[in-house]
Every structure is written in C-alpha cells, then in structure tokens.
C-alpha cells in the first residue's frame, strides 16, 4: 500500500503544493533528550548539513578525524534533500586538541562541539523541529481550515522514505524472507524495519477506514501520551474513551514480531480486528518472527507540537515539532496533496 493508497483521516485533500523545491524549504532541527555533561571521552558535534545524507557526513568525520566507520555515531538518520541541524558523536582523548575545524566538508559545517561522558545512541531524541515551506499552494482557502483539524491529531504513518526509491526496501525484505540472504548488516536492518512500517501502516489505515481511528475497542493496548508506557484497555472502557478524546491516551497499532508480554497483546475483539487487518501479509509477518525481532506497540496517531502557519501569496510556511521517530510528511499528507521535488 503506497502513501497515495493509505487513509485520509480527514478525507483526501483538495488543495496542491510542492515541497522541497530548494533545501532551505525543509529544516528539521533536533533536539537531544538529554543535556551535555561538558566533560568525558566523547564528543558531540552539532553539525548543519545541506545536500548530503547522514552516512555521508559520519564516514567524512571518520576519515577526517582517523577514526573508523564504526566509532561515528549519531541521533538520527536525515534525508539529503533539506537543511538539517543534527548531532554526531565521536570518541576523544580528554587531554588531547580538538581540531574540530579540520573535520568539515563540502555540504557540512560543525555548529558547535561539547564534550559528553558516553557515546551518543540512536534515537537520543527528544523531538525534532520542522520548519517547512510549502510553495505554489493552490486553493489556499481549503488549506487553512484543515490547521485545526491537523492540530488533534494525525495517522502516524511511517513516511515513503522508509521503503526506499519505488518500495525497493519492502521488495527486498520480500525476498529476504524468500531465502535470498542480505549480507550488509545495515541493510539488512533498513528492509526488516521496512517490513514493519508496511504492516503498521496496513493497520493504522485499515482502522481509519473502519471508523476505529479515536474510538477504543475491547481490549485495545493504549499508549500513555508523551510516555512509553502502554496497557490493555480491558475495563471502564467509557473512562478511557475519554483519555483518548481529550489527547492524555492513544490507541496503538502492532509492530510485528516476536510475541511480547502478554500485557502487550490485545484481546477480545480489537485482536480479532487487528489479526484481520494484518491478513493476507503472513509472509511478512511469519518473515519477522523468524527473524526474531521482538514484537513492539506504536501509537497510531501523532500531534504536531507547536503548530503554527503563516501565509504569504501562494505560500505558506509551517513550524512544528515531532516526537522522535515520527514523519514530517504524515502531517503534510493531511494538509495538502503535495509533490515533493527534492525526491524527484
């Protein structure tokens, strides 16, 4: 299922626009969930990058400082086709220079460095901040009416970034699970998580289009706002209904692989349900048991944080945050049907 086939939770959207038609029209900042020490073996380099991938700019550090490929590390992967303000990490004697200004490239400058006790991991992410302009609107007037719908609350679809050019990532984890064997690590972990963004997405469209999106069902597994935590909604199913109205609960969707706590498993009929949505893909699902990756729960709706859009002519500009993990364009999609030239 492509991103043009998913559910609209607000129906599809009339008006037009282009995305990414220079790289200064998508800017995503991070910001760390966690604050420097200012002292240790490690250091964390914020770095702006413009026209250059995450693995190019970690490999550059690595040749640039003589250190391996393996010893650069960072926060999160971002897309070439923007301007980007993110952290790397790299280990470094304590006592010795930090010649920081040899370590930049073409396509990258060091903001700022800071020293840290412990390496920096994947997904040390509070949330990102995007400012995203959204060029040649057509039908700006159908636009500004769905900000507020957009603002309780959107699908939190995995982005078409996470299939790769033309779903090649999903087309490999299919033959992966057919036998064919992927020797790179690292790609064989893009086309497992590949596998289960698909299925998640079949999930969280499937119960938009049952009309399940904000309603809870028996036995659903709800996620705690702003939290990790999850539980089953097994009683006062009417007081919990309200959590989810008011934004404090969401319901969630599965991540499919080994079977987790038994907490964590819906029953009655949201299982029925979600075992329903989730047929005719055994292959897939069958694919990431064998693979033992352990069964995970995501909430299916996302809340842009500190929305806010200003217009000018047939512009608009649009400043938000997400929590980590979550996809810019699964807000956009909401928005307006966009064609994003930076992919092109």
Known sequence: MTATELSWLYGRPQAAACIRSQPEDFIVDEELNFSPSGAGEHLLLQIEKIGQNTQFVARQLAERS??????????????????????????????????WQDWQGEGYRILQVQRHHRKLRLGALKRNHFQICLRQVEDIAAVLPRLAQVQQGVPNYYGEQRFGIDGGNLAKAKALFAGQGIADRQLRGLVLSAARSFLFNQQVSSRIAAGYFNTLLPGDIVQLDGSGSIFRADEELDALQQRVEQGDLHPTAALCGLAAAEKSQPKQEAARLEASWLAGHDSLVQGLIDFRLKAERRTIRLVPQQLSATQQADTILLKFALPTGCFATSVLRELVQYSDLGAQ
């Open 66 to 99: 003589g250190l391996k490929n393996r010893d650069i590390s960072f926060a999160g992967r971002k897309d070439r086709h923007a301007i980007t303000r993110q952290w790397f990490c790299l280990p470094w004697p304590i006592k010795a220079d930090v010649p």
